[in-house]
């Protein structure tokens, strides 16, 4: 069942899509590596995940999504939410923690989520968001919707208990959900040929009689079209699958890790020589689109990622006293009563000590 490499029809993006493509390929390199400098200013708290040279997975994984279809992610998820269609603004509000972004500045760098867009968010387990999808996927089958579940996860989630799981349901219920797995090659900070012993990720669906796919994940328009095939039998004839998107990371595991320790300098530079940017615009300028309209592109979206870290620093942080909005469902006081913020003491109200809130 699983298959590699597969040699479709050409899939051609017209220039005007390669344009827009390119252009937010584009936004989410440099709005990360504001980002970047902006955590490491400290106006960012929490953890920050950085996707640079995973941009065309991206990009190309979100263009195949339907309008009403729905897509889930892991923590690595800045780009996900750019792609598909969350403001620069209120995705830097939200890494800022304010009031605008687009948790209302209480999920952060690891939790965007837009669920007008169909973005059912980043989550911070490992594996966690795989129920999650299935699930979504299972509400769509009882419900009658033609729709179709997108699930993000790296190649450090495909060993916990929760992939196993869920891609079992999956295939027993023959729900429409996708399973995107983004091979980076590490999980963290240990290889995949280390930490698996099936390390071509793709050949593990057949254990569930899925389809199972792998991509180069650096070229946009192959995956997109892997995507686009692989969503529209999930629609369509309730078929789950697996793709396997190969590409990589520049940067370590997170801002706070040089990723040295665990892979050379050489390395990093060989695979930069394959950036899906660099790819991404020879390909734009092999179609005719003008050098100089690609530069005016790149400079609009400087000027956007700015006026995103502006709107962060000026915009209002969260109220105090709405930090804990909905975090139990209504009707649900008598079962939480203890678990008010200080309870054990007898205090109703959430507060901070020296305007922390401020």
Not at 233 to 256: K, N, Q
Request: proline share 3%.
């Amino acid at each position: 069942m699983a298959t590699i490499d597969r040699t479709d029809a050409p899939f051609d993006l017209d220039s005007e899509d390669l344009y827009e493509h390119y252009r937010m390929m584009f936004l989410i390199r440099r709005f990360e590596e504001a980002a970047e400098r902006q955590y490491k200013a400290a106006r960012i708290g929490g953890y920050c995940h950085l996707s640079s040279g995973q941009e065309a997975t991206t990009v190309g994984a979100v263009a195949a999504l339907e309008e009403d279809d729905l897509l889930v992610t892991g923590y690595r998820c800045h780009g996900f939410a750019l792609a598909r269609g969350v403001p620069a603004e209120a995705v830097m509000a939200e890494l800022f923690g304010r009031a605008h972004g687009c948790a209302h500045g209480r999920g952060g760098s690891m939790h965007l989520l837009d669920v007008s867009r169909g973005y059912y968010g980043g989550w911070g387990i490992v594996g966690g968001q795989l129920p999650i999808a299935t699930g979504m996927a299972l509400s769509l089958v009882r419900r009658g919707a033609e729709q179709a579940v997108l699930c993000e996860l790296g190649d450090g989630a495909v060993n916990m208990g929760a992939w196993h799981e869920s891609l079992n349901l999956a295939a027993v219920w023959k729900l429409p959900v996708v399973f995107l797995v983004i091979n980076n090659k590490y999980g963290m900070g240990t290889s995949v040929e280390r930490a698996s012993a099936e390390p071509d990720i793709f050949k593990r669906a057949a254990a569930y009689r899925m389809e199972g796919e792998r991509v180069d994940g650096d070229d946009l328009e192959q995956m997109e079209a892997a995507t686009s095939r692989l969503l529209k039998r999930a629609r369509e004839e309730r078929r789950p699958a697996v793709l396997e998107a190969m590409t990589y990371r520049y940067r370590g595991h997170s801002v706070a890790d040089a990723g040295l320790a665990y892979r050379t300098k050489e390395e990093i530079e060989e695979r930069r020589r394959e950036d899906p940017l660099v790819r991404t615009r020879e390909l734009l300028e092999a179609r005719g689109v003008p050098g100089e309209g690609i530069d005016a592109l790149e400079i609009e979206v400087e000027a956007e990622v700015e006026a995103a870290v502006a709107f962060a620093e000026h915009d209002e942080a969260p109220a105090v006293d709405r930090l804990a909005a909905g975090v139990y469902t209504p009707g649900s006081e008598e079962q939480f009563e203890r678990m008010r913020p200080g309870g054990p003491f007898g205090e109703a109200e959430l507060v901070f000590a020296g305007g922390l809130g401020a």
